[in-house]
């Protein structure tokens, strides 16, 4: 495959792509992928092999509810107490899906659960005494509220507050505390961790894994035009968190407003997805008289059938995201001038998108954008289908690049 416009500094590559085995292993076991599993740990890859958040095979296939893949990882010899960084055993988070066989194997097989019953709560509930918000250092803000940098624990968290305008509602409360639970159940290195919600507090506070590096929003004001090797590896995180949330059962999770400021960055480099189903709240908000969160820049990434009202289904956010990695090559979003909702508008009924300049975009990554904001839904691709696409542009433009370098060495 032949890659075009593609010309950069050696020192602007990342330190490290992350599309090797041992992901592969973490992600076939998340989809309960057996066969794909035994070819990994055939391979020789590490059977507790963990991402960053100290995940391991085991933890992601119970949690997603694969016995088979569980038993297989237990006969071939994995920990069955390894903890996360949250502290959860594999039998933690079976307990806190619901998965009961799964929670008896790794009984069976001495699995313990630290976090205990409180996992099994609607919806984990924190002390506030626990979190001294008189200490908290205010990180930033958005439609919903302030979030600050606190300490819970002996960790440094993010506190997410939620304006008194909009807590005070019980309807929007309870869509809220039900889009939380339904948060505290997922676990994906892509998708930021949810740790819980401050009981007993005057506001309505939940607390979130803090990420060091802020938001990809700050990241491309910040830097600009990030370069070809980024941004594939940038996609590829963005696009395996969605993917994620896309497969989850019984039903999908639909970010609707995945944005620049909706993926935050660890300190290891690797985007994560946030703050998904939360825009159903500002659904809720419309039929009290507010506004959608257009004026904080959803509208720029808004599919055109959410802007034309019609009823719409997981492919918003394959549009949303086509939007985001055409910013991260260009170093900003197209007609920036330009006021967000008539751009929505424009794209809604005269079909126009951001140009694909031939010096900047690889034509596959063309082709896969051109497909991916298809202004027919059924024709968009889906993140499984984005994610191999992705990883094929970024072998081969790797293994490009590899060759340019030894050209290089020989003239020498
Ligand atoms: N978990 C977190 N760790 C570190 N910083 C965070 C975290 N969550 C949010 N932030 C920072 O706080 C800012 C505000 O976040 P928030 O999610 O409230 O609003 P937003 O996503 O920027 O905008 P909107 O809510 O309107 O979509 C973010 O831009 C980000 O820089």
């Known amino acids: 495959m032949k890659l075009v416009g593609f010309c950069l500094e050696q020192s602007m590559l990342p330190s490290k792509v992350d599309s090797g085995g041992t ?10 992928d057996k066969a794909c599993v035994i070819q990994e740990l055939e391979k020789g890859v590490d059977l507790n092999v963990a991402d960053y958040d100290r995940r391991t095979a085991l933890h992601l296939a119970a949690c997603e509810g694969w016995t088979e893949v569980v038993v297989l990882l237990l006969d071939r010899g994995a920990d069955v107490n390894s903890l996360d960084r949250w502290g959860r055993t594999p039998l933690s988070d079976a307990r806190s899906c619901g998965h009961d066989e799964i929670c008896k194997i790794l009984e069976a097989k001495g699995g313990i659960d630290p976090v205990g019953d409180d996992s099994q709560a609607p919806c984990f509930e924190i002390d506030h005494m626990e979190v001294n918000m008189d200490e908290a250092t205010l990180i930033g803000e958005g439609a ?29 409360k309870n869509t809220f505390l039900k889009e939380l639970a339904l948060w505290q159940r997922l676990r994906h290195p892509n998708i930021v961790q949810f740790l819980g919600v401050l009981k007993h507090s005057d506001r309505l506070i939940f607390l979130t894994e803090y990420l060091r590096n802020g938001s990809l929003y700050d990241i491309l004001k910040k830097k600009g035009r990030l370069d070809p090797t980024t941004t594939l590896a940038y996609a590829l995180d963005i696009a395996r968190g969605m993917n994620y949330l896309h497969q989850h059962r019984p039903h999908a999770i639909i970010h609707r407003d995945l944005t620049p400021r909706n993926v935050l960055q660890d300190e290891a ?26 004026g904080t820049g959803s509208y720029r990434y808004m599919a055109p059938e959410v802007y034309r009202r019609e009823s719409y289904g997981k492919s918003i956010d394959v549009f949303s995201f086509a939007l985001i990695v055409h910013e991260m090559f260009q170093g900003a979003p197209s007609n920036r001038v330009e006021n967000a909702e008539q751009i929505a508008d424009r794209r809604a009924y005269e079909d126009s998108r951001p140009p694909l300049s031939s010096f900047i975009y690889p034509e596959e990554m063309k082709t896969l954008l051109k497909a991916c904001w298809h202004k027919n839904p059924d024709c968009r691709p889906t993140f499984e289908e984005i994610i191999v696409q992705l990883e094929v542009i970024l072998d081969s433009f790797t293994s490009e690049k590899a060759t340019k370098s030894r050209c290089r060495c020989i003239v020498l």
């Open 144 to 172: 919903y509220g302030e979030v600050y940098l606190v300490k819970w624990r002996g960790t440094e968290v993010a506190a997410k507050t939620i304006r008194s305008s909009i807590a005070s509602n019980p309807r929007v």
């Open 23 to 32: 992901y592969r292993l973490l992600e076939y076991s998340s989809k309960g």
């Open 269 to 294: 480099g690797r985007l994560k997805v946030t703050d998904f189903g939360l825009s159903k709240i500002a659904q809720e908000k419309d039929s009290y008289g507010y506004k959608m969160t257009g």
